[in-house]
């Protein structure tokens, strides 16, 4: 299952050096920041982008988004080191990098948005460059598979995450993240509940909680590095990173307190089950994630200092050992051929450096005293006990805890210890750019634990402070607590640990029977895609014809009718016709143009009824003329000559209309035409009716020339007052010009199927 | 069309066309015309030359795709948009820079973001209607 690699083949690429290089850059950009913001607190960057919609560009660096900032580039980094020696000599490798390196910036600005909709559209970046992560080996169906699987639950949550957002925009009046937790938590708001909903959408589909968790374990079908590092500080901690985020404007009610509580605590012990279950190491690891995730969403639903200081260590010991195990297994997989957990054993003695990474990264996976895993369990058994339902988090939380433990025997353990196996190749040490990352993750580990007032002052209390909206008290990291019940918790935590690491091939036999039995969600999953595509093909059987006749029928009549309503159900007085100042040139236009539609109507040739419809055109641009509008009628012309010359090169190859053939659909025609033609006329005589509103035009006409330097009206609007609209349209003018191109290049292509049964109709 | 009127006399036209649509795009600011109307003027001068010389030679004399040049117009247009953001002011606010001068009055002439905005609307107006022009030709 390893991905090619060539060990001879070089692996200093460009590439791969400069997205190491920036990388390493911007983690040493931010660590200057450590020890500024616990002193001075958040530091803020602010473009204003488009505020008359209030869309700003806001950055916002307090301890939660430094931590984070921190273990992205650092953790990224050494992934990005390791991926280049991992997959050395692959042909995509290129490629490889640059997914890599724009999911790091992508996450990177998620954590650093302070503005709700720019925090979207990096979340949403970071689902897309995960897709493409998850399907590097896109040769692979499964891999193909399980990346449509990511992307589509995770921007399905995205989807309802934005519209969590766009509603707390228009209730708080900001989309300012650091303003909206200024201002407290919402919920007392008649539609929090909604809010919250959305979000939590949102928050648990990327973070993978039971019922969403399925798509997790299926996306290690990416390469190692790419999970090790998704599933360690990034991607999959986002949506942890939106909770403790908007803690202080969300929190406050009990419907946070037991929905995060209860899917917190159910995905996690149903993951640390589910990992015990599997042989493959990399899948154990990710069912561990699961487990890290779940407790993390639980502890973020208390609001004491002691849960959230629980949630903020557990996140910072959780992303070093996992980043560190997910690349010692890498190095197994790369060195030995196989990741199976019962082959695998003994490999110290041929990777010693290996090994003692990943012994390391285990204990503080295990929690054993001085790891900061082991504080970091104290702290959350303290935070527990502070919690509503804190007999549930405790029992919840010490059947993980547990299964962490003997989980971490057996992947830190038995591989290097245990009796060893039938192995595809004969394992030796990882090269030094692959051993680098494990072994610096493990050491800073072991020193977060050894000097824990240090880890406290500069990175989980600004972080903490940062989720409570308020400094707290600190204090709370030690690694001698004295005789309490946490440390009788933590002590119960081990026997019961090593209870299941002895009876855990009998229990994942257990395990295996009563996953056959229960639902399995993935299987649901193909099931509801399968539904899903049967509904719309059904649908589209019945909506597209291919008839272009139907699809203007319909167009024109959806738009008759909703005005046609409209008008009905908003009477006003009946319009006044007023014939008043209109001239001989004037009819005599209107006589032009109804000469032209009664031509396009009656004639049997299409170039005559074209032209037919140019003389309609350049009518309705001497009407432009006529009142003085020259810039529109100049565009009217042009566009009416250049629908002509392009449709009457088009058309010169086409049969003559043929009027005696079916003539059913005629009278409906007729019909749609009048009542198309009838509203129009209500509508805009309903509309000259009202007196001219002038505020725009006055403003216009006064700014024009002023702000804009321009004495054209109609083009300052266009290129000053109102470019965003402008630009809009210039893109849908290029998404229209490509959407004809490969009408046009892509119908030649096809077998020309439809011929045959043409030619049948006219004989018939 | 083999009309050697037309062809011989559309190469003159053509050159007019042209010319008179970079004209209108560059008067647009005060006068009629603009980005849009530019844009097609230049889109008719090479239809009418497509139509005289046939669309492989019309194409050579565009020497880039219609597609590329419509791409690269909204890449300008962006660009304009962008230019503000360095001076601390809202997305796609008109940047001046005057020439000679401080002000319209005393200034020679300005260069702006604004007719560089136009500029993008003329690229991809003429690149749009021409990828469909051309694309229709050669498909008949």
Redesign the interface.
């Known amino acids: 299952m390893a991905e090619p690699s060539d060990p001879n083949a070089p692996w200093v690429t460009p590439a791969g050096m400069i997205t190491v290089a920036l990388t390493g850059a911007l983690f040493l950009f931010f660590l200057q920041y450590l020890p500024v913001v616990p002193r001075d607190g958040a530091v803020q960057w602010v ?6 919609l209030q869309v700003r560009l806001s950055f916002w660096l307090d301890g939660l988004s430094l931590m984070f900032a921190l273990l992205i580039t650092g953790i990224g980094t050494l992934v990005m080191l390791y991926a280049a020696r991992y997959l050395a000599g692959h042909p995509q490798y290129n490629r490889f990098a640059l997914y890599l390196f724009s999911f790091m910036l992508s996450m990177l600005g998620l954590v650093l948005a302070d503005n709700l909709i720019a925090l979207f559209v990096f979340w949403e970046l970071t689902t897309f460059t995960s897709y493409l992560l998850i399907g590097f080996s896109h040769t692979d169906p499964k891999s193909r598979r399980n990346a449509l699987q990511a992307l589509l639950l995770t921007a399905a949550g995205g989807l309802a995450l934005l519209a969590g957002f766009i509603l707390i925009g228009i209730t708080q009046g900001t989309f300012e993240l650091s303003q909206l937790n200024a201002a407290g938590s919402m919920a007392e708001h008649p539609i929090y509940l909604g809010i919250l909903v959305l979000v939590l959408l949102g928050a648990f589909t990327k973070s993978a909680q039971v019922p969403f968790h399925f798509w997790l374990p299926n996306a290690m079908a990416a390469p190692t590095p790419v999970s090790a590092y998704l599933h360690s500080a990034t991607m999959v901690k986002a949506g942890v990173y939106l909770l403790a985020r908007m803690h202080p404007s969300l929190s406050g009610s009990d419907v946070w307190v037991y929905t995060l509580t209860i899917f917190g605590a159910v995905t996690a012990v149903f993951a640390s089950f589910m990992a015990l279950r599997q042989t493959d190491l990399k899948q154990t690891l990710a069912y561990t994630t699961l487990m890290a995730l779940g407790t993390l969403v639980m502890f973020l639903a208390g609001s004491s200092g002691y849960a959230i200081t629980a949630a903020m260590t557990f996140l910072l010991v959780h992303s070093l050992y996992k980043a560190g195990l997910f690349l010692v297994i890498g190095i197994i997989d790369h060195e030995t051929g196989t990741r199976d957990a019962n082959v695998l054993g003994g490999l110290a003695r041929a990777m010693p450096v290996t090994a003692v990474a990943a012994g390391l990264s285990g204990l503080a996976m295990a929690g054993i005293p001085p790891f900061l895993g082991f504080i970091a369990k104290e702290v959350a058994y303290a935070g527990a006990l502070t919690m509503a339902i804190s007999w549930f988090v405790v029992i919840m939380g010490m059947a993980a805890f547990a299964l962490m433990f003997a989980v971490a025997l057996i992947v830190a353990w038995k591989p290097f210890f245990g009796p060893q196996g039938k192995l595809p190749r004969t394992p030796h040490e990882g090269p030094w750019a692959m051993v680098l990352g494990p072994i610096t993750l493990t050491i800073l580990g072991l020193l977060a634990g050894l000097l824990p007032g240090v880890t406290a002052y500069y990175l989980v209390e600004p972080a903490v402070a940062a989720v409570m909206g308020a400094p707290d008290v600190g204090g709370r990291l030690k690694l001698w607590a004295g005789f309490n019940l946490p440390l009788l918790l933590s002590v119960l935590t081990f026997a019961l640990g090593f209870v299941l690491y002895k009876v855990h091939a009998r229990l994942r036999a257990m395990l295996a029977d009563l996953e056959a039995r229960a639902i399995d969600m993935d299987a649901s999953w193909d099931v509801f895609l399968d539904r899903f595509m049967a509904v719309a093909k059904a649908q589209t059987r019945v909506i597209q014809t291919g008839v272009l006749r139907h699809y203007m029928f319909a167009t024109f009549a959806v738009f008759a009718l909703t005005v046609l309503g409209t008008l009905i159900l908003r009477p006003a007085a009946a319009p006044v016709l007023d014939f008043t100042g209109i001239g001989f040139v004037e009819w005599g236009i209107a006589a032009l143009i109804i000469a032209g539609t009664v031509l396009v109507v009656l004639t049997s040739s299409r170039i005559a009824a074209l032209v037919g419809l140019g003389v309609v055109g350049i009518g309705v641009a001497l009407i432009f003329i006529a009142y003085s509008a ?2 529109v009628a ?2 009217q012309i ?2 009416e ?2 629908v002509v ?2 449709l009457a ?2 058309l ?2 086409m049969p003559h209309l043929d009027r005696t053939g079916t003539q059913t659909h005629r009278p409906f025609d007729l019909g749609l035409s009048v009542l198309v033609g009838g509203v129009t006329t209500w509508v805009l005589l309903r509309v000259t009716n009202l007196p001219f509103d002038r505020r725009l035009t006055d403003f216009f006409e006064a700014s024009s020339w002023t702000e ?5 009206i ?3 609007i ?3 007052f109102r ?2 609209d ?2 809009g349209e ?2 849908v ?2 998404v ?3 959407g ?2 490969a009408l ?2 892509g ?2 292509k096809q077998p020309q199927d439809d011929t045959p049964a043409a030619t049948k109709e006219d004989r018939g | 069309m083999n009309s050697i009127i037309f062809s011989a006399g559309a190469r003159i036209l053509v050159a007019l066309l042209f010319i008179f649509s970079l004209f209108m795009l560059l008067r647009g600011h005060h006068l009629p015309g603009g980005g849009f109307i530019g844009g097609l003027l230049g889109a008719v001068a090479f239809i009418v030359y497509s139509l005289a010389c046939g669309p492989a030679e019309a194409k050579s004399a565009l020497r880039a795709s219609p597609e590329g040049i419509a791409a690269v117009g909204l890449g300008i247009a962006l660009v304009a948009g962008f230019v503000a953001f360095f001076f601390g002011q809202p997305f796609f606010t008109g940047q001046w820079y005057w020439v000679g001068g401080d002000s319209y009055e005393t200034s020679i002439f300005s260069l702006n973001t604004v007719l560089v905005f136009d500029i993008g609307v003329y690229l991809v107006v003429l690149g749009s209607i021409l990828s469909i022009a051309y694309a229709f030709e050669e498909e008949t």
């Open positions: 473009w204003d982008w488009i505020p008359s020259p810039d100049i565009t042009l566009v000559l250049l010359v392009l090169v088009a010169l190859k804009a330097f321009g004495r054209n109609v083009n300052v266009l290129v000053d470019t965003l402008t630009f210039i893109a003018v290029i229209a010009a490509l004809a191109f046009l290049k119908g030649a």
